[in-house]
Every structure is written in structure tokens, then in C-alpha cells.
Nanobody, 121 residues
Framework: QVQLVESGGGLVQAGDSLRLSCTGSGDTGCISTMGWYRQAPGKERELVAA???????YYTNSAKGRFTISRDNAENTVYLQMNGLKIEDTAAYYC???????????????WGKGTLVTVSL
């Protein structure tokens, strides 16, 4: 199994920057694409950004131009650099990883427990 642990959340002011980190452990050979989701109060969880093992990124429109996703495969870590934070970015941010195709990895997405980002005026 794979465990994901996020860090880096906190309270910041609008316009400021923050970097989230997520490190995988366990059977890290089962980690494929990694991503960041967020869920604000009263809203559904949404994908913010994702990155393939080769480093190809995807961003949702609200993140494009402000956020940068990156990963360090040697450290089994994915980062989300968030610049120009807005109040509407306030949410619990969750790290995810899709399983590699090996049979032992299963077919279920792995999830971290989340880290809270609060952006104040």
C-alpha cells in the first residue's frame, strides 16, 4: 500500500505564496500520476493540478498561471507552488496518486489526509 502525507498548509494573506508538499511512502513503486485536489466548505472536491511520472503537468483553469506542480521522483514527493493566492483558494488540499499498472498496485487512487490552506483578506 501507499501512504501520502501532505504538509505546508497554513494561514496566508491574499496575494501571498505558499508551497505544499506531499511525500509518498510504502510501496512507492505503485505511484504513478500525482495530483492535488481541494475542497472548500460547501463545495465538491475538485482537481487543481496533476503531473505524470515524466513531469507533464495539468492545471485546472483557476490554477493556470498562478500554481505550479512539480515532483521529485527520487523522493516520491509532489509539490504545489501557489502564487498570487486568493480568498477563493481557501480549502483543504489533498494529495493523490494513481496506481501504477502492476497488478500488486491495485486500481484505487491513493489519498492523503489533507492540509488546510486559509487565505485572508
Amino acid at each position: 500500500q501507499v501512504q501520502l502525507v501532505e504538509s505546508g498548509g497554513g494561514l496566508v494573506q491574499a496575494g501571498d505564496s505558499l508551497r505544499l508538499s506531499c511525500t509518498g511512502s510504502g510501496d512507492t513503486g505503485c505511484i504513478s500520476t500525482m495530483g492535488w485536489y481541494r475542497q472548500a466548505p460547501g463545495k465538491e472536491r475538485e482537481l487543481v493540478a496533476a503531473i505524470s511520472t515524466g513531469g507533464s503537468p495539468y492545471y485546472t483553469n483557476s490554477a493556470k498561471g498562478r500554481f505550479t506542480i512539480s515532483r521529485d521522483n527520487a523522493e516520491n514527493t509532489v509539490y504545489l507552488q501557489m502564487n498570487g493566492l486568493k480568498i477563493e483558494d481557501t480549502a483543504a488540499y489533498y494529495c493523490s496518486a494513481s496506481p501504477a499498472p502492476q497488478a500488486r498496485c491495485g486500481m484505487t487512487t491513493y489519498w492523503g489526509k489533507g492540509t488546510l490552506v486559509t487565505v485572508s483578506l
